[in-house]
């Protein structure tokens, strides 16, 4: 078995793409979390369903770019393989 520098390249390209994939696992609990505490909350006091809701959104939009960045990571080594 003869491997290439550039099939070994490839491989650990692949590797780093399945472990940047990996990143988004964080971010869908912590949105999972932030919503249920939101949606009780919400519950507790109707009247600052408003406040509750703006604030739990930006804190999900915030939470979910970790997960983008390592969304683009991983097709950045599959299918632009900048190091080949």
Known sequence: MNITGEDLIKACSAIGAGLAVIAGIGPGIG??????????????????????????????????????????VALLLLFVQPLV
Do not use: D, K
Request: zero cysteines; glycine letters at 22%; charged letters at 5%.
């Open 31 to 72: 949105q999972g979390i932030a919503a249920g505490h939101g949606a009780s909350a919400v519950g507790r006091n109707p009247g600052a369903q408003g406040q509750i809701m703006s604030t739990m959104l930006l804190g999900q939009a915030v939470a979910e770019t970790t997960g983008l960045y390592g969304l683009v």
